[in-house]
């Protein structure tokens, strides 16, 4: 299943972006979906997920500051990013993991990724 990730940017300090990631496609279930985020240098993390059911989590670094959430008629996942820190500087990934509804198989696909920068 294919993703596209797009909303990122160039930020001041303090300022809000709003990611999103569209599934090309409508056949599968979902398990749960995630963005993630790689910075310069350092391994990729994850920051915030959400379950079939809409339970959420996040790391410890954006959490209250950032919400994921999901539109399932438009398959769309999102992450609303506010009062952002220059150590949010980044690119972001959104992760899909689900089964198709065809055969069942399980799944992970990953967006290609977009860049957000937080000037200070």
């Known amino acids: 299943v294919q993703l596209q990730a797009s909303g990122g940017g160039l930020v001041q300090a303090g300022g809000s972006l709003r990611l999103s990631c569209v599934a090309a496609r409508k056949d599968y279930n979902v398990n749960s979906m995630a963005w993630y985020r790689q910075a310069p240098g350092k391994q990729r993390e994850m920051i915030a997920t959400?379950?079939?059911?809409?339970?959420?989590t996040y790391a410890d670094s954006v959490k209250g500051r950032f919400t994921i959430s999901r539109d399932g008629a438009r398959n769309t996942l999102y992450l609303q990013m506010n009062n952002l820190e220059p150590e949010d500087t980044a690119v972001y990934y959104c992760q899909l993991r689900g089964g198709m509804l065809s055969t069942l198989r399980p799944f992970t696909s990953w967006g290609q990724g977009t860049q957000v920068t937080v000037s200070s």
């Open positions: 959400i379950t079939y059911n809409g339970r959420t």
